[in-house]
């Protein structure tokens, strides 16, 4: 198992451009999540999914799509970058929380600049 | 989900057991601890959790008191590869738990 794929792993952006960051996993989870982390700071959670063709948003989701057509896959689109969302982004996936929860499997991140 | 708080930082001499503590006064009784680390800019790797009892596994132990409103991840005996920084989160189980939070965690420092 490859466990959660992310790309690119950098990514210089200016602002008002679009992007869209990948994230992939080939464990079979329902749940993905993306999350962005600031410097010195904790993980913010911005979008999850509990399964294809099922999204909602998290903590931070303002400027921010996602989208899920398959089980695999989670991308994070970037709609028009801006210098407040430079930070690095984590997508995780887990099974979906039942009656215990599951460990959560993070991706190595992408790290994003916007100028 | 509940709120914790965890101090910013500790050191640790190495070879010692790293005592992390947890306090999470607001807890509700469905509502699990669990301890992630982060070590350097990687992704947060998975450590433990529990609910009421003490848990123990291959990486760590975790104490929960009995009116569960702290607990202590122990690291028996700490490396300097432990050096990272550590977070404890409280979430319930099932669709209120998909909005999990991670705090600023502690930053640990294992020093040789």
């Known amino acids: 198992n490859a466990g959660v794929t992310q790309t690119p792993k950098f990514q210089v952006l200016k602002t008002g451009q679009s992007m869209t960051l990948q994230c992939a996993q080939d464990m079979n989870h329902e749940y993905m999540s993306w999350y962005r982390q600031d410097p010195g700071m904790g993980l913010r959670l911005i979008h999850y999914?509990?399964?294809?063709?099922?999204?909602d948003q998290g903590e931070v989701p303002n400027g921010y799509n996602v989208s899920r057509s398959t089980t695999e896959d989670f991308p994070l689109r970037l709609l028009s970058a801006a210098p407040s969302q430079t930070s690095v982004y984590f997508c995780a996936s887990s099974p979906i929380p039942g009656t215990s929860y599951h460990e959560q499997y993070f991706g190595p991140g992408t790290r994003l600049t916007v100028t | 989900d509940a709120k914790t708080t965890q101090p910013p930082s500790m050191d640790c001499a190495e070879g010692r057991a790293a005592n992390l503590p947890c306090n999470h006064s607001t807890i509700s009784g469905n509502e699990y601890v669990y301890w992630y680390r982060q070590i350097h800019s990687q992704g947060p790797q998975y450590i433990i959790h529990?609910?009421?009892n003490n848990e123990t596994n291959e990486m760590a132990s975790l104490i929960i008191t009995e009116d569960r409103k702290s607990s202590t991840l122990i690291l028996p005996h700490a490396t300097l590869r432990d050096t990272a920084v550590y977070y404890c989160?409280?979430?319930?189980?099932?669709?209120?738990?998909?909005?999990?939070?991670f705090g600023a965690g502690t930053r640990l420092f294992v020093k040789a």
């Open positions: 999914s509990v399964g294809a063709g099922i999204t």
């Open positions: 529990g609910l009421k």
């Open positions: 989160i409280v979430r319930v189980t099932g669709t209120g738990g998909f909005k999990t939070i």
